[in-house]
RNA sequence: GCGAGGGUUGCCCAGCCAGGUCAAAGGCGCCAGACUUAAGAUCUGGUAACGAAGGUUUUCGUGGGUUCGAAUCCCACCCCUCGCACCA
């Protein structure tokens, strides 16, 4: 064994031999089968540090199973469909800039390899290949037989199996959705096409159509129930003002609408045609008819009113909206008369709808009084505007004035009555981005309904309740994430599932379109199966619905299927038995961006596709990695790969590190400085492996379960390991990577300091052997080389041998505790030390004497019986004779004691209870030890009768806490 | 706005669901000692404050509450991060 750690060469070493002897490659056998997926890598460059920490995760629980005797399949392929590929190619044949820089620099690859990559087919080839090498570098135990790209051949044809039955079952459906459009582009855009208003979302308002002469007033509102609260409508003076003509269903109806607003809406699903242009002036002092309560109101001027929001006509409710309210009280007094109109708006009466509980009637009146609001060209409004908007959404209820809905939460009823109101045609849906979009060419973008769209019908409340079931059944790590799966299944809504561009699989039932690429990727895992054999003996053409059918769903007959593909029978049964041995995937673990999307989508699928057997079992959730604070970017960096961080650290390093610095959901931050010192934590391991395997001989390993006449240190530290094992196993099992290393190696480290401070020595090579094989998971190469060197198991991996297991017999309840005693002891004598300015030779220590250690053990079980009481504690202890000697000095002694035990938790009560240790033999044993800590000579004396005591200390000890006297 | 997660001792980061062994694990940093001609590396110990006796005091975002007892449970508030879709 070399005396200096070299990952390098160790690693390679180990790499290979794992691979030579195909150790990773399972098949079905009479084992318990174990499933481990994680979501194959988008080949748009290097694969980097985010990848790193889900996959190691991954690597980590496959090997922890595989090494406690399950046959563990770890697969991987690789996702290459949608359109960032594209875009990439795209970029380098154009040789943009950032994308030269970032993709030489970041990625680390030679440019002139780089523009070679014009073609996704190129970058597909290449970064797939680039990715395995990472992969197998860093020491995933992958069984790579099975990869695969999404666009092979025969994966489309999975794909189109997989949409025929969903469409066959209803799940997809056709239906039109808004989108962000840009109409110089005539394209939808992309978050990362857009110039300004990344952040806008596309708001649903409702129109509400008034009546006057024949024609219709639409107004805009978020707000549908505040219909009954119209007073009067709004129409700027300023802005231009169309009258176009909407077809529908039945008859075409005439609008009155902004010049704007017309230009939005010939983006809509409707069918417009422009009449004429129409003075504002005209529409302006008119009554119309309020559609919902037949209410004559009157259109009056206001500022306000923005042209390019909504319709360009608003209705007033100025009861419960500040600018309205504010609109209104502007007009009072002044002189209309321009628009023919001559009352005094102040005849106009507020209507109130809304109940909120820390307002008036007129909360919107409340609000501007609170403000202090001037007008309606106040900045303030805005402000008011908001307050009385969330007050009222989240407190309010509806008045009787409402009729049928009167009591119900303002929050509850947007739905029901835009419903209502459709169904009646005096209300339509009206889309508008919550902030202004702007491509990047310069064009302000619409919201643009796209007609006849596939949809993947997620709403379906079958479909989601049958997720829900899914999930109920499932283990979710950590169990917090249970409540946002639930959440985001509600949430979700249909979703767009084909496209015009980029990779990807034609939708078989519309060629025109290629099926989106989220939904490409939700039951692939069962692909990892076939692909096997497709890598292997079969063409993609052989892959049949009826073959898929037969496999997959068991529907259909072997002959058919055989036909169908014109496969051997004896293959198609050995596909179809591998494939029912293997599914469902046991643990499916994921970054936790992939919660709202794929992982939801995941779910949706199986339960569409698969039989509840074949249902998942579990999902892992890890948080992300950031590099020295700062987010990682593919496209713009900074970015750490996968490929530098083994190249600089070395994959074992690297593997420890990522999984230590933080627990599961948290995101870690990866640090240099900090990675170097996990190296230097593993240089540490390694030379102390290497000091045992020198110092002992391989059948000190062999023997390594014969041990006899343990010293108390021994059992100490056996007692100690089992605690490491069990915690370390049982973290594993929650995926708590961090405190599994904590325990493994970390803490453990410090037991064996302490165990070696004791001066115990002869466990050392057993505590090795156990060592190496808890540490094999994250750290399998380092653990293959030093489990090699041991030389006591006949050249087997590590890799494929037992993990420790807790031995509960091994528990040594008065070793723990004795060990305890001294440890506590020591720190009581160095704070003595400490605090005392003389310089002292020699320490006395007492111990406990009989009858204080009886009063703590009777009052340790009178608490065991529930009626540990002071009064109850003295009567009992007085019927013993001996007590009465210290009749004086018991019941204060019992009183402390009793307070003692009532703060002590219920596990150390019983540990207590269980032990049986004899103070004074212990202190002694440990003299040697003490003497060498403190440089004192140490006396042990009983507390019964010690035989030297000047200042009268021996009286200060309780049980488990021995007097001390220092001179 | 809606949803989720988080704020801990110089720093990173555990603990919180199952209240008491919690002045609070582990790592880093720092300090001291050993080794060394010395430095570095390595190893060992220490690391809230105060204390001439093993104690005391203050501390886990802020303010309340429940409890014999709260980092942990409840309520309110402040601050930070992420997601909100047709993009992987």
Redesign the pocket.
């Known amino acids: 064994m070399n005396a200096e750690y070299l990952p390098d060469f160790i690693e390679r070493k180990w790499i290979s031999k794992w691979e030579q002897e195909a150790i990773f490659e399972p098949e079905p056998n009479e084992q318990e089968k174990y499933f481990i997926t994680v979501p194959y890598p ?1 080949l748009n460059g290097i694969l980097h540090a985010g990848h790193t920490r889900t996959f190691t995760i991954g690597d980590v629980i496959a090997r922890h199973k595989r090494m406690q005797g399950l046959n563990v399949l770890f697969p991987m392929g690789f ?1 290459v469909t ?3 590929i594209v875009g990439l190619a795209e970029l380098i044949k154009n040789r943009d800039p950032q994308t030269i820089e970032v993709y030489s620099k970041h990625h680390g690859i030679p440019e002139s390899k780089l523009h070679t990559l014009e073609s996704p087919e190129k970058i597909v080839d290449f970064f797939s290949v680039e990715a395995e090498k990472s992969m197998r570098s860093i020491g995933y135990s992958i069984d790579w037989r099975r990869k695969f790209t999404t666009t092979d051949d025969a994966y489309k044809k999975f794909i189109e199996w997989q949409f025929n039955h969903l469409y066959e079952n209803g799940y997809i459906v056709k239906g039109s ?1 808004p ?2 459009w840009c109409p110089a582009d005539d394209n ?1 855009v ?2 990362h096409d857009i110039l300004h208003g990344e952040g806008a ?1 596309i708001v649903d308002y409702t129109l509400i159509k008034f009546e006057y002469e024949g024609c219709i007033f639409p107004c805009a509102t978020l707000r549908p129930e505040t219909t009954f609260g119209v007073t009067n409508l709004w129409v700027n003076p300023e802005i231009e003002y169309v009258k176009i003509k909407v077809a529908n269903d039945e008859n075409d109806e005439t609008w009155v609408v902004s010049k704007d607003a017309y230009d939005k809406l010939l983006h809509t699903d409707k069918d417009i045609q422009l009449i004429e242009t129409v003075p504002s002036f005209s529409l302006i002092g008119i009554k119309v008819t309020n559609p919902l309560t037949r209410e004559k109101v009157i259109t009056l001027p206001a500022s306000f009113v923005r042209g390019d929001n909504g319709s360009g006509i608003v209705m007033s409710v100025p009861a419960h909206a500040p600018f309205d309210y504010l609109a209104l009280r502007d007009l009072y007094d002044s002189d209309l008369s321009a628009y023919g109109i001559d009352e005094n708006p102040r005849y106009i009466k507020l209507i109130s709808l809304i109940d909120v509980p820390e307002f008036s009637d007129y909360p919107a009146v409340d609000a501007v009084n609170q403000f202090n609001i001037n007008s309606q060209n106040d900045s303030l409004a805005e402000d008011a505007t908001k307050l009385v908007y ?1 007050k009222e959404y ?1 407190s309010g209820t509806l008045k009787q004035n409402t009729g049928k809905y009167a009591n119900i939460k303002v929050s509850k009823i947007k739905d029901i009555l835009t419903k209502d109101l459709i169904d009646q045609n005096i209300g339509e849906l009206f889309y508008e981005f919550s902030e202004p979009v702007v491509c990047r060419c310069g064009t302000p973008c619409v919201v643009k309904m796209v007609k006849g769209q596939w949809f993947l019908h997620y709403s379906n409340p079958g479909w989601k309740r049958t997720v829900t079931e899914c999930v109920d059944q499932m283990d979710i790590i950590p ?2 994430l249970r ?2 799966f639930h ?1 985001k299944i509600e ?6 599932c084909a ?1 015009k561009k ?1 990779l990807g699989t034609k939708l078989p039932f519309d060629k025109a379109w290629l099926i ?3 939904a490409d990727s939700t039951i692939y895992m069962s692909y990892y199966i076939l692909a096997k054999f497709l890598n292997e003996d079969i063409g993609a053409e052989q892959l049949t619905n009826t073959l898929l059918d037969y496999i997959l769903l068991d529907i259909g007959s072997l002959e058919a299927a055989s036909i169908s593909s014109g496969l051997e029978r004896e293959l198609i049964e050995k596909i179809k038995t591998d494939f029912s041995y293997w599914y469902p995937v046991d643990i499916r673990t994921s970054g936790k ?1 992939l919660v ?3 992982l939801l989508f995941f779910l949706f699928h199986h339960v569409a596709i698969f039989g509840r057997d074949k249902w998942p079992k579990s999902i892992a959730i890890n948080g992300f990695v950031s590099l020295e604070g700062k987010k990682m970017s593919k496209s713009k960096g900074p970015l750490l790969t996968m490929n530098e961080a083994v190249h600089l650290y070395g994959a074992d390093v690297t593997r420890m590190y990522i999984l230590s ?3 599961q ?2 995101d870690a ?1 990866w640090k240099n400085d ?1 990675v170097e ?1 996990a190296k ?2 593993l240089e ?1 391991f390694y030379s102390f492996a290497h000091q045992i395997i020198k110092s002992f001989s391989s059948n000190d390993f062999k023997n390594r379960h014969e041990y006899n006449d343990l010293d108390h240190i021994d059992k100490w530290f056996l007692s100690q390991l089992q605690q490491r094992i069990y915690q370390t196993n049982i973290s594993l099992k929650q995926v708590k990577t ?2 599994a290393l ?1 325990n493994s190696f ?2 453990l ?2 037991d064996v ?2 165990y070696q ?1 004791r001066g115990g020595s002869r466990l050392l090579p057993y505590i090795l052997d156990v060592w190496v094989r808890l540490m094999a998971p994250f750290t399998p190469h380092l653990c293959e080389e030093i489990w090699d060197n041991m030389e006591h198991t006949n050249g087997n991996f590590i890799s494929l041998t037992q993990y420790p297991i807790y031995n509960s017999e091994l528990i040594d309840i008065d070793a723990q505790l004795a060990e305890e005693l001294v440890s506590k ?1 020591l720190e ?1 004598m160095d ?2 030390l ?5 310089k002292p030779t020699t320490i006395y220590l007492y111990s406990t004497p009989k009858w204080k250690k009886y009063v703590f053990m009777t009052a340790l079980s009178m608490n065991d019986q529930g009626n540990l009481d002071v009064g109850l504690l003295i009567k009992e202890l007085m019927k013993e004779s001996e007590m009465k000697k210290y009749g004086k000095i018991v019941p204060k002694y019992a009183q402390k004691v009793v307070s003692e035990i ?4 219920d ?2 009560i019983s540990f207590l209870l269980k032990s049986n240790l004899n103070e004074t033999e212990v202190l002694n044993l440990a003299t040697d030890f003490f003497e060498k800590e403190t440089g004192c000579q140490v006396y042990v004396y009983n507390g019964d009768s010690p035989e030297y005591d000047p200042k009268n ?1 021996a009286g ?2 309780t049980y488990l ?6 001179e």
């Open positions: 988008y996702h949608g359109t960032p959705h989108v962000k939808p992309e978050d979302n969330k989240h169990e917090e409540v946002e959440n949430w979700l809504k249909d979703k767009a496209r980029g989106e690429s989220l961006d709202p999307n794929h610095s933080a627990e959901t948290q931050d900090k010192n230097k934590q540490r961090r405190n904590q970390f803490i480290f410090n300091k302490w401070r002891t009581d704070e003595i400490k605090v005392i300015k003389l009532k703060g002590m938790s596990e150390k200390k200060n000890s806490k021995p007097a001390i006297y220092v």
